[in-house]
């Protein structure tokens, strides 16, 4: 037993370092990223030019199931992006409220024929509407397939060679569509571009704009703020330098067409189809030897709406956990696999034994720490001068996020809103940290077993101009992967 | 040392890095403050100056001395915003007197610079103040790597005549990506004269896998002086070239022009086919109006799509024969009629851009 309780401590300890060594890694090559990103996004040469009229045409992609309370506002502001080309595709996905009704009367649809092959297969297609009023709107009715069969049926509609899915209750900042093409622009083959996503809670909303950035005062969003800087601003940013970001968030991100048709769209059977579709897009292009990137960028902003309860949260977690278990055993492949770079000898593995195991291994670490103890084997003092090591470190990690936010885009100015920045980087580490450890084992027992059931998202509404919208909507969405 | 002593170690240095973190989140607040506060109203001297030197009442001296006084990529920015708004002698005159100024020299040397913002910096300068000694600078720039460097070269063209850097943006030009290379076919446009006698010579590199974008470019260009070429380069052997001359002669209304498209409009390549269609529109003479229409029954849908649009832009005859075909007996010439039929105005402007 004692044998067993030591070798245990030592591959617990062995992990921690080689995993904390890693984090050290993204946290140091996301300096230079974020330094260079900033440099670009305040070029004005680079704002002249991408506002010019030979932009990349860009389709919308917009599923909405039982979206009514919120489907006109969503378009409406989607519709008024600053991008001079591009079309929205907005997919009744079969709902059960009147989503179809209300598009029909906001936006005077009317049903022209069908002229475009189903070049992905998918649920039936009911009809297809325009909009007298909206030029640029196309709307798909459809039998209920779920989110990436959606998906698909907008992309085999759609006219241009860019994509990008957006959710029908995310808010995207009126230029980060110019900002999000940045890399199309630059001559390399570009296979998809994520954006940032951010927390929408607790901010005010003016016509589908986010106008003032607020951090917000309860602890559960407030702390979603900081996870959601640290997984966008140094976590992504450090990936960029080592070629294998596998996360474009499918709330906000751009993708060429070509290539999503090549791998046969998004894979219905997926829960997170975004993470899904990266991997197979990387794997696809691998094979090929294709020379191509996948950035990310920080400075184009979508904002959205995070859970405000633990059991809405836990049920987020613990799907999202589901997804990226599935998704590693079926591209498991690709993982230690030369023939795929530094996706399959990097981030594959990095996703798979750090972040996928990661639930699985800091229980096995608290359980071995526990019985050490109970049986007189572990030092009292050294077991909790590990555990300040091991939460300092990811004190560390979140207070450098909050320093790359502050030193580039410093989207909350206020005081008040730093020192709750702060606070919850400082305290995330306390009890919620550990109940994400928890949503996230229990995935590893759902995973065999409900690969295709989506939790509820219930949603509060955005603040609209200080005023709480008095409907709440519940529907199905995906949020950024953290 | 023991396990324990290397862990209290980290822990004690964790603990410095966060307080070191947190005191640099608040340094960086404070100093961003006291920079502003420091520098804007530099920023607005320089407004102030520029703007009474624009009107004639006072000297250049004076913005060269508040320009001076800003940080130098400030006071880039400030050439840049003003250079718009001040007439061409007048901004000659700041530009030669720049050439001696110190900071402008330092800007300048920076064109060598390992580190690309500091290249950009100096590209975004010469964009607006380069003179014609600054030409060798400026090539350099047009051919750095960077792509936010050579783009913020290219607009020196706007300011600066010279027969060696339309050259160097003229041969970047098809290698760029298409709105790169359409940012760079706006400044070319202002040289129209040396890039006409260029393109005549590039245009006859028929090997060239460049040809297609120079084709595209041509086309932008609209200029007679290339018309006979265009049209000698849709017999070309590859698709793409054709392509490009299909729609390139939309721009050139000629019976040469016609006779071209005419034959592209039988094309191998479905591309070829719909291009060509597209400018039979654009020139709409009523004698190619069966050739449009006959196009209707194209195997191809994005042909049929240029067909339908195209006899949107024949008047009242192409409408009508649209709305015969509505109801006709080809299912895919009905079909595609009844959708542009159903195009509003701005749809349909939309389709056919």
């Known amino acids: ?482 | 040392m023991t396990s324990r002593g290397v862990l209290a170690i980290v822990a004690l240095a964790q603990g410095a890095l966060l307080v070191a973190l947190i005191v640099l989140i608040v340094l960086n607040r404070w100093f961003r403050l006291r920079h502003r506060a420091r520098v804007h109203p530099r920023v607005v001297a320089v407004n102030a100056a520029m703007q009474r030197w624009a009107l004639g009442s006072v000297d250049l001296g004076t913005v060269l001395v508040h320009l001076s006084r800003l940080p130098v990529p400030l006071a880039v920015d400030a050439l840049v915003s003003w250079s718009a708004r001040v007439p061409g002698d007048r901004w000659r005159q700041l530009a030669a007197a720049l050439r001696g100024h110190w900071w402008a020299r330092i800007v300048r040397s920076n064109c060598a610079s390992a580190r690309w913002w500091k290249r950009l910096e100096a590209a975004r300068f010469l964009a607006v103040a380069a003179t014609s000694e600054d030409t060798p600078r400026v090539l350099t720039l047009l051919r750095d790597p960077h792509p936010a460097v050579h783009i913020a070269a290219v607009a020196t063209l706007e300011r600066l005549e010279s027969a060696a850097l339309t050259t160097a943006a003229l041969e970047r030009l098809p290698r760029l990506a298409p709105t790169v290379g359409a940012y760079y076919a706006g400044m070319l446009r202002r040289s129209r004269p040396v890039v006409v006698q260029l393109l005549l010579k590039m245009l006859r590199r028929a090997g060239d896998p460049a040809l297609p974008r120079l084709v595209e470019f041509a086309g932008r260009l609209k200029e007679p002086a290339l018309r006979e070429r265009l049209t000698a380069l849709t017999g070309h052997p590859d698709p793409e070239v054709r392509v490009q001359a299909a729609r390139a002669l939309g721009s050139y209304p000629h019976r040469e022009s016609l006779a071209a498209l005419r034959v592209l409009r039988s094309d191998q390549a479905w591309a070829v086919r719909a291009q060509a269609i597209r400018s039979l529109g654009m020139i709409a003479d009523p004698t190619t109006l069966p050739l449009v229409r006959n196009a209707l029954r194209d195997a191809e849908w994005w042909v049929r799509l240029r067909a339908a649009l195209a006899l949107t832009r024949f008047g009242a005859t192409g409408q009508d024969a649209l709305l015969q075909d509505e109801v006709g007996a080809d299912p895919a010439a009905r079909d595609m009629a009844r959708l542009v039929l159903g195009l509003s105005p701005q749809a349909l402007a939309e389709y056919a851009a």
């Open chain 1, 1 to 482: 037993m004692n044998e067993l309780v030591r070798a245990g401590d030592q591959v617990i300890l062995v992990y921690f370092l080689v995993l904390n060594s890693f984090y050290a890694l993204l946290l140091i090559l996301s300096i230079p990223e974020i330094w260079e990103q900033t440099r670009l996004a305040a070029d004005d040469d680079f704002q002249r030019l991408m506002q010019s009229d030979a932009l990349p045409p860009i389709t919308l992609l917009v599923p909405a199931y039982n979206e009514s309370a919120t489907i006109q506002a969503s378009v409406t502001a989607i519709l008024t992006l600053e991008y001079r080309n591009f079309e929205v595709i907005v997919v009744n996905d079969g709902s059960k409220d009147d989503t179809m009704e209300r598009l029909r009367a906001a936006f005077d649809l009317y049903e022209v024929p069908r002229t475009y092959p189903d070049t992905i297969a998918t649920r039936p297609l009911r009809a297809v509407y325009r909009s007298r009023s909206r030029t640029r709107l196309v709307v798909l009715d459809k039998e209920n397939g779920g989110k990436a069969d959606s998906l698909n049926a907008a992309i085999n509609a759609s006219r241009f060679p860019l994509v990008i899915a957006v959710d029908a209750d995310t808010l995207i900042e009126p230029d980060a569509l110019l900002r999000l093409t940045r890399p199309f622009l630059l001559g390399r083959h570009i296979a998809a571009v994520g954006g940032t996503v951010r927390v929408a809670n607790s901010c005010t909303v003016e016509h589908g704009r986010v106008t003032d950035a607020r951090v917000p005062r309860r602890f559960l969003p407030g702390v979603q703020v900081v996870e959601y800087l640290r997984a966008f601003l140094f976590g992504r940013l450090g990936w960029n330098r080592l070629g294998g970001n596998l996360i474009i968030s499918g709330a906000f991100g751009l993708f060429r067409k070509d290539d999503v048709l090549a791998i046969g769209g998004y894979r219905t059977a997926s829960v997170v189809e975004d993470l899904d579709l990266v991997v197979r897009l990387h794997r696809y292009l691998l094979r090929r030897k294709v020379r191509y990137e996948m950035p990310f960028i920080p400075d184009p902003v979508a904002w959205t709406e995070v859970p405000e309860s633990g059991r809405v949260l836990a049920r987020q977690r613990e799907r999202w956990h589901r997804g990226l278990l599935a998704a590693m055993w079926t591209y498991k492949g690709m993982l230690f696999n030369p023939r795929y770079g530094r996706v399959g000898l990097i981030a594959v593995p990095f996703y798979t034994l750090g972040e996928a195991l990661a639930p699985l291994v800091e229980v096995l670490g608290y359980v071995i720490t526990a019985v050490g103890l109970a049986l007189g084997m572990v030092d009292v003092s050294f077991a909790l001068l590990f555990m300040l090591v091991a939460w300092g470190y990811g004190m560390l990690l979140s207070l450098w996020a909050v320093v790359l936010e502050e030193v580039s885009f410093r989207r909350y100015r206020r005081i008040g809103d730093l020192t709750r920045l702060l606070l919850y980087a400082t305290l995330e580490n306390f009890g919620y940290r550990q109940r994400t450890v928890w949503w996230r084992l229990k995935a590893f027992f759902t995973v065999w077993r409900q690969q295709h059931v989506w939790g509820e998202m219930t949603r509060t509404g955005f603040q609209s101009a200080g005023k709480q919208v008095p409907e709440p909507a519940t529907a199905r969405r995906t949020d950024a992967q953290g």
